[in-house]
């Protein structure tokens, strides 16, 4: 079934990598913790022009100016935030074709789901083991439409989409940062919150041109990675390039149907909740009364209707031994 070859191309000193810092990621991290970073690449001898981030979307347009300029390997020091924006400018840009370019993520963010779903360490001195390791995997990308300000819009996720209560979470999160809380815990003090206010929505859910769901729902993601929320396994049977999306709809629960199931959430059990459904498919739609709002890798991008379709195998990215070894299994 694996027919993906893994490449591991040699990192030569010639290569030259552009850096993407977010100074920000982490609560702070990405700009405390580069200059340990920046010495740790050199002492690896890889070769690299480093560049922070100063306000959002910074991330894509680097990207496009450094592929643009010749570059083709590219570092991001970040979370799961800038790893988007990074991968969005992936697609902008139109020098060479996505597939092209390769990414590698050191992670500094507060979540860091991506990097779980490819064995990524969080320790600095591997994750740089792993880029001049450089074994490297095309993976696929959700190309996410939505509506935003009256105009059709596209964003394109590296990891997974949420739509209704997961949306929600991250817009309270984010008020909650801008007064402030930051760290883990907010996100989890987020969702408790967000859990006793949301309202599910009348929701319809074709896939592949099928009609799947037509009922109140609570939350859906959709995506190509196992993990979101910081280490919750929402789509624990996603293939990173299988050519399909992974779907998980929650319906309407007590909060007690959660509490007393908590572990499933995170130990990859989550369908043997009775009131969570799983698909797949290359091409999902989303309609809803009222509208629902989406977020993407974490980011809040507009509401529905939303269509999602599959981008099979477009994102180069470095992995780890340990990713490589599942896949043999």
């Given at each position: 079934m694996r027919e993906q070859v893994i490449d591991r191309p040699t990192v030569e000193?010639?290569?030259?990598?552009?850096?993407?810092?977010?100074?920000?990621s982490g609560s702070g991290k990405g700009l405390d913790d580069f200059p340990l970073i920046s010495k740790l690449l050199r002492d690896n001898g890889i070769r690299c022009e480093s560049v922070f981030t100063e306000h959002k979307c910074h991330a894509t347009e680097l990207t496009v100016s450094a592929i643009n300029s010749g570059y083709r390997h590219i570092i991001v020091v970040g979370g799961d935030g800038t790893l988007h924006e990074v991968v969005n400018g992936l697609f902008i840009q139109k020098s060479v074709e996505p597939s092209e370019v390769t990414i590698a993520v050191i992670a500094v963010g507060t979540g860091n789901d991506w990097i779980r779903m490819f064995g990524i360490p969080t320790r600095y001195s591997e994750a740089i083991r792993a880029i001049k390791e450089g074994y490297t995997f095309l993976q696929d990308v959700a190309a996410v439409e939505y509506e935003e300000s009256m105009y059709r819009q596209v964003r394109y996720a590296a990891n997974v989409a949420g739509v209704g209560f997961d949306a929600a979470v991250i817009e309270s999160l984010q008020r909650m940062r801008n007064k402030g809380c930051k760290g883990k815990s907010s996100y989890l003090r987020a969702l408790i919150k967000t859990f006793f206010r949301y309202k599910p929505t009348g929701t319809k859910i074709w896939v592949d041109g099928r009609l799947m769901y037509n009922n109140l729902m609570l939350s859906m993601a959709i995506g190509v990675g196992k993990y979101n929320g910081g280490g919750i396994q929402q789509l624990p049977e996603a293939v990173a390039d299988d050519g399909l999306l992974d779907i998980t709809i929650i319906r309407p629960?007590?909060?007690?149907?959660?509490?007393?199931?908590?572990?499933?959430?995170?130990?990859?059990?989550?369908?043997?909740?009775?009131?969570?459904?799983?698909?797949k498919g290359k091409h999902i739609r989303v309609e809803s009364s009222p509208e629902l709002p989406l977020e993407v890798d974490g980011e809040l991008y507009g509401h529905s209707p939303i269509e999602i379709r599959n981008v099979h195998r477009e994102v180069r990215v470095i992995v780890n031994r340990s990713f490589l070894k599942k896949l043999k299994e």
């Open positions: 000193s010639s290569v030259r990598w552009f850096v993407v810092v977010n100074p920000i629960l007590h909060w007690w149907n959660i509490i007393f199931r908590l572990k499933r959430l995170f130990n990859g059990n989550i369908y043997t909740i009775g009131h969570v459904l799983h698909a």
